[in-house]
Antibody, heavy 121, light 112 residues
Framework: QITLKESGPTLVKPTQTLTLTCTFS??????????VGWIRQPPGKALEWLAL???????RYSPSLKSRLTITKDTSKNQVVLTMTNMDPVDTATYYC?????????????WGQGTLVTVSS | QSALTQPASVSGSPGQSITISCTGTSSDVGGYNYVSWYQQHPGKAPKLMIYDVSNRPSGVSNRFSGSKSGNTASLTISGLQAEDEADYYC????????????FGGGTKLTVL
């Protein structure tokens, strides 16, 4: 049974760096084809792809946020970490991590419950 | 990258069928058979409903179906039920972004 759970601060100040951790079970990020992605959703708005990492350490970033994002994996801990620098109130959103199995082009069949991050001073 | 275009809202009565469109370009929807659809109820995580244009994951009702014509993909829900009321998002592989994928803006389905 595959599960994912996001964790991290619920409140960050403008200009700070956000670090989110996706802890998963039921699969290994060392298995060929497996990927984990981060997606966010501002309140009342649409989903937005942020970053993805695959079993072979291939990484993909949103072009508009690339300079602010870093995604890494710790296969031994079953974790994927996303860092976003220079946070701004417009980054207030629910952040989700999700699982894929096929490699690019893929789809995301399991999602975490999401974690709401508010950016405010 | 530009988002795929979806209608902001659609509605239907119980038992009816509705279709949600997702329009892109030849660099995404029209060029590849890698469109997926996600259902999201308020306050919940998205749920995969369709992948690769028309494939349903195990456990998804066969009332949900997907198709594609040219640069437009469609999600059809037949025999509409109250529990289908939710937001629906399409996503497609794209060759025009280093991220390889793009979401639609989402469609709010209201069951009257």
């Amino acid at each position: 049974q595959i599960t994912l759970k996001e964790s991290g601060p619920t409140l960050v100040k403008p200009t700070q760096t956000l670090t989110l951790t996706c802890t998963f079970s039921g699969f290994s990020l060392s298995t060929s084809g497996v990927g984990v992605g981060w997606i966010r959703q501002p309140p009342g708005k649409a989903l937005e792809w942020l970053a993805l990492i695959y079993w072979n350490d291939d990484k993909r970033y949103s072009p508009s946020l690339k300079s602010r994002l870093t995604i890494t994996k710790d296969t031994s801990k079953n974790q994927v970490v996303l860092t976003m620098t220079n946070m701004d109130p417009v980054d207030t959103a629910t952040y989700y991590c999700a699982h894929s199995t096929r490699g690019i082009p893929d789809y995301f069949d399991y999602w975490g419950q999401g974690t709401l991050v508010t950016v405010s001073s | 990258q530009s988002a795929l275009t979806q209608p902001a809202s659609v509605s239907g009565s119980p038992g009816q069928s509705i279709t949600i469109s997702c329009t892109g370009t030849s660099s995404d929807v029209g060029g590849y058979n890698y469109v997926s659809w996600y259902q999201q109820h308020p306050g919940k995580a998205p749920k995969l409903m369709i992948y690769d244009v028309s494939n349903r994951p195990s456990g998804v009702s066969n009332r949900f179906s997907g198709s594609k014509s040219g640069n437009t993909a469609s999600l059809t829900i037949s025999g509409l039920q109250a529990e289908d009321e939710a937001d629906y998002y399409c996503s497609s592989y794209t060759s025009s972004s280093t991220l390889d994928r793009v979401f639609g803006g989402g469609t709010k389905l209201t069951v009257l």
